[in-house]
């Protein structure tokens, strides 16, 4: 079991490239079995969500082939329903985005069948929305035993006229690759706006498709028969570059991270400088600087363009080292505040309120033995960790490998001392630290 081990204290200097974006890879592989001819996919991120998801597709009769590092070419020619392993079940179970396939394989095949998908536990992670979608697509649509199937009844989805009751990115996604390849014209209205629906809508466009209005809140697709190979880069990771935003806050210093597109981080930079921190913006890459003391502030979670749900227990992290009482407002999520918990073992003072945190800042976090609670909680341990006097050990680090390219080599680079080390099973939290 690999945990993560920091000595905090060191500040962060240097350069670090952020990796493409895990929610548009997500998306976008899944998609690109609705094309008909070779995908080449560039700026990929090397995380274990893709990894499983380029699994889950060479079991389906897809080939993969990775030609150099985050560039990978899928050859969905041989794709197949049936019949699929027991094998991709497995993965599809562990993963949120394997729902993506459901709307992928309905716009290939007119029929899907996949389980339901796991991912980070923050309460209850409804999918009528996507539900609604295929099924005004002309898609019957069974939920039950595990398992979600979708067949349209005339063996090919119509377009149609959808309005989502909530604004849902996942919905969003997987109603717009179901729809590309669906007979005549598809609207829908109150769609999610996040920088990866912009890059699904521009990847499915490349290979032939016709999506319209992505990034703002009525996507319009017209319908093709069928989409063809192509190449496409992935945009820069929004939520990894905060993250690295977020940790020079908490752990003081300067780093340029390159590869960004500023305008996906306006929401992120706006907080960080009522705190005090300096963000510099370039073509393609940030300047974040901290030293003197952080400011307190108040922070409320919203769909894009607000601050991203996906920032939150990042900004929990550097919220408690800074002076004075803020407020933290999940506005998304109903359970994403398990990580405060892991947080007040270093000393945090917070008092959480249904989905509002209030943050007493203390003049210095400890290290203490924590636990990553899913991926962005992970992240928020490691900025705390980075930030704190003494060692933190962090257990559980394969949910931040769910999602961060090599954070401990791009950590180690920027001067931070962390570590990863492998610590037997039996003696990982042996005094039962860490139980329920
Ligand atoms: N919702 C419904 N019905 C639905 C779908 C969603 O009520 O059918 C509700 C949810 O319960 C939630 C809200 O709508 O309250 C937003 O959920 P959304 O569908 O937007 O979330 P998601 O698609 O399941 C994606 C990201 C999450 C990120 C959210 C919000 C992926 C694979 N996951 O989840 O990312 O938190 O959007 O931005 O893209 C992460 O990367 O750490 C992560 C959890």
Redesign the pocket.
């Known amino acids: 079991m690999d945990h993560y081990l920091i000595q905090g204290g060191n500040p962060l200097h240097g350069e670090v490239e952020i990796s493409g974006a895990?929610?548009a890879a997500?998306?976008i592989i899944p998609a690109a079995i609705l094309c008909h001819g070779v995908c080449r996919i560039e700026n990929l991120p090397e995380i274990s969500d893709t990894d499983t998801l380029l699994h889950i597709l060479t079991c389906m009769g897809a080939r993969v082939r990775t030609l150099d590092r985050g560039t990978v070419e899928i050859d969905a020619a041989d794709v197949r329903l049936d019949p699929l392993p027991d094998e991709m079940f497995e993965m599809t179970r562990r993963i949120?985005?394997s729902y993506y396939l459901i709307g992928s394989m309905l716009g290939r095949f007119g029929a899907a069948r996949s389980t339901m998908p796991g991912?980070?536990n923050f309460g209850?992670?409804?999918?009528?929305?996507?539900v609604k979608g295929f099924t005004a697509l002309g898609a019957q649509v069974e939920v039950g035993s595990g398992f979600i199937t979708a067949r349209a009844s005339s063996g090919r989805l119509r377009g149609s006229h959808i309005y989502l009751d909530?604004?849902?990115?996942?919905?969003t996604i997987n109603i717009m690759i179901a729809a590309a390849t669906a007979e005549g014209l598809t609207v829908i209205e109150n769609v999610?706006r996040?920088p990866?629906i912009v890059d699904l809508a521009n990847f499915l466009n490349s290979m032939g498709a016709d999506v319209r209005g992505a990034g703002t809140d009525v996507i319009k697709i017209r319908g093709v028969s069928s989409l063809h190979g192509g190449t496409y880069a992935l945009i820069p990771d929004q939520?990894e570059a905060g993250t690295y935003m977020a940790a020079v806050a908490a752990a003081g210093g300067a780093v340029k991270l390159t590869n960004v597109i500023p305008k996906h981080l306006d929401c992120i930079s706006a907080k960080l400088r009522e705190m005090g921190v300096e963000v510099t913006e370039f073509g393609d890459s940030v300047l974040v600087r901290r030293e003197g003391a952080l400011r307190n502030t108040n922070i409320k979670t919203l769909?894009y363009p607000g601050f991203?749900?996906?920032m939150q227990p990042q900004a929990g992290a550097v919220l408690c080292c800074a002076n004075g009482i803020s407020s933290l407002t999940e506005g998304?999520?109903?359970n994403r505040f398990k990580y405060i918990a892991e947080l007040r073992k270093m000393g945090a003072v917070v008092d959480v309120n249904g989905r509002t945190a209030v943050i007493q800042g203390v003049p210095r976090l400890t290290g203490a033995k924590v636990r990553a609670h899913?991926?962005?909680a992970g992240a928020a341990m490691v900025i705390a960790g980075l930030a704190a006097e003494g060692v933190t050990e962090i257990e559980d680090v394969r949910f931040i490998e769910r999602?961060y390219q090599d954070l401990v080599g791009k950590l180690r680079a920027l001067g931070a001392d962390i570590r990863c080390v492998d610590v037997p099973e039996e003696e990982t939290d042996p005094a039962g630290i860490n139980a329920g």
Do not use: F, M, Y
Request: net charge negative; proline share 8%.
């Open positions: 895990k929610n997500v998306a949120r985005a991912g980070c209850e992670r409804p999918i009528d929305q996507h909530k604004v849902s990115v996942g919905a999610a996040e990866h939520i769909p991203p749900t996906d998304v999520w109903d899913d991926l962005r999602g």
